[in-house]
């Protein structure tokens, strides 16, 4: 298999196993902190053993070397945790991953801002359309009981975070940042436990906390590894895949219905970027 056939392979499994991600929330039955402990502590200590035995203790000390990229990649990594929790428990699944399909939109800016990398045509327009979708969403959320504004906001912060995540990774781009991530990780859950009771609510549901945290650590490395044989535009297309999955996921098990303004909100946002993905694709294409 050569290296695009690795990255397609590779990629996909990342996809597959943070598809379950939404629905493992849904299923788990605690506070919402305590379900984001969880998930951060396990998971965390996952990625921290694969990159002590793959990397070493060095690696985690050459990402800290980097300075405040550094500390603003870990900060915001592990704001998402929370972030991501809050978002499911108080708006539909679909609302949040449609909203976090338009992360490349956040990214974008931030690199213009803080990177100086220039926002084509094609990005604009994208914007554009991606803005649309993402108003009738929110449209949507204000006709319908099971979604909420406020969950969607907490969508929209995970996705500016995330976003900022990565163009803080960029800006350091000289060291991985990956033996960071169980720092951001772990470090999000010690600041969260003095205000939970991390055993209560629990028992009787290890198997789908430690279920979630796996599932949450093998993504991570897969979606970690694929961008080394594939590229970013490559990588952010397969990625839609979970705004696809996700929601049929949670309705094939729980019965979990969108809504009509989130399906079609949601479309025109995948639509949209796959649009801007397959064009940005032809152009790489046409330039080898």
Known sequence: MDDYGKGIVITAL???????????????????????????????????????????????RRSLSTGMPGVVYVVLLGSTGPGFVLAISQTSVANVVFIFASMPIFAAIFGLVFLGEPISKRMILTMIAVAAGLAIIAYGSSESELASWKGDLWAVYVCIAYAGALTAARQARHVSLVPAIPLAYIGSAVLIAPFISPLASVEGQWHLLLGHGAFIAIATFFLTLGPRYLSSAEVSLMILLESVLAPILVWLVIGEDPGRPSIVGGVIVIAALVASNVVALRYRSGKN
């Open 14 to 60: 990342g996809v597959l196993f943070v598809v379950p991600d939404s629905l493992y929330v849904r299923l788990i039955e605690a506070d919402d902190l305590v379900i984001a402990f969880w998930r951060l502590m396990i998971s965390g200590l996952l990625i921290l053993a694969g990159v002590l035995g793959l990397m070493g203790g060095s690696a985690i």
